[in-house]
């Protein structure tokens, strides 16, 4: 029998499957949070509400932590639950244990607005380095005494980025393949557009009841999520082609390259922050183009092979 969805003070409730909607999505530092009440309760990414899940820190009621990747809005009120086993995919470990290698993996401008900014929250919100005690690899069950949720490593974004498939509310939790309106991030040393690609198509072909995804307050069907993962691929394609259409008028280095709006429209790039996205992104894109043999460089200069 399909067990319905029911409105919550704080987000909505599949089961024993609680969402907790991020107070404000619009802020980075913040992202939807998942709590599984089980014998051994678990929270996935608290970073969603800091009143509610203060209030279930003091409670002591979770036993675990589980964060789908690196990011630091998915995991600025870990700090909350030390007391909790720590569970992440491999992949993300040297990223959450050390603030050091977050920024390895941040930004290959070592004094970057990004890393500027990253520093600086960092040192604001309470992330202290972590530690973990459970890793993940693909199709691994999460360990919960009543529930099955298995873990679907869906790299891209991150190098670990990990989906969830609740599989007693027939629900897949794809994180940050979010289909919010921006499209794909991956402004990141060690995100990737192949990987992203790939994970896109496994979640596509991925058959279940309901999705919900790290931001944004809904759950949705297979026809809505199918609707929105559509137009959330098709992102790649447009920044390619715009790319390509601005080679195509003259040759160009990354610097005038980053300044048209090939992701952020142009208007948003004077955010230094946004421009340093924009940078990193527009790279990845003739990084890609350069390795299939699309374009080349020369003293900086990028150039239709
Ligand atoms: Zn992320």
């Known amino acids: 029998m399909a067990i319905e969805p029911t409105t919550t003070e704080n987000g909505l409730r599949l089961g024993d499957i609680e969402f907790i909607w991020a107070r404000n999505s619009r802020d980075f530092f913040f992202s939807n949070s998942i709590l599984i009440h089980d014998s051994q309760t678990t929270i996935v990414d608290p970073s969603s509400n800091f009143t509610y899940l203060e209030q279930l820190a003091s409670r002591k009621v979770v036993q675990q932590v589980l964060n789908t990747h690196y990011h630091v809005d998915h995991r600025s009120l870990n700090h909350l639950f030390r007391n909790c086993q720590f569970i992440c995919h491999e992949k993300d470990l040297a990223a959450i244990l050390s603030f050091d290698n977050y920024l390895k993996y ?86 990737d557009i192949d990987e992203f690609l790939a994970s896109i198509r496994r979640v596509k072909l991925f058959h279940a009841q309901y999705y919900a995804t790290s931001h944004g307050g809904r759950i949705y069907d297979r026809e809505q999520f199918l609707e929105k993962l559509e137009k959330f691929e098709s992102a790649f394609e447009k920044r390619d082609t715009r790319l390509l259409e601005a080679l195509h008028e003259r040759p160009r280095d990354l610097k005038e390259l980053s300044q048209i709006g090939i992701v952020f429209k142009s208007s948003q790039l004077s955010d230094p922050l946004k421009a340093c996205f924009e940078r990193q992104m527009v790279e990845k894109h003739l990084e890609r183009f350069e390795r299939q043999g699309k374009i080349y460089q020369e003293n900086g200069i990028w150039r239709l092979a």
């Open 106 to 191: 941040a930004d290959s401008e070592r004094n970057s607005d990004y890393v500027l900014w990253l520093k600086n929250i960092f040192s604001s919100l309470e992330i202290l380095d972590g530690y973990v005690s459970i890793l993940l690899k693909d199709e691994d069950l999460v360990p919960l005494k009543d529930h099955a949720v298995r873990a679907l490593h869906i790299p891209g974004h991150t190098p670990g980025h990990l989906a969830l498939f609740f599989e007693d509310i027939d629900l897949l939790y794809t994180s940050d393949i979010d289909l919010t309106p921006l499209g794909p991030w991956y402004a990141n040393i060690s995100s």
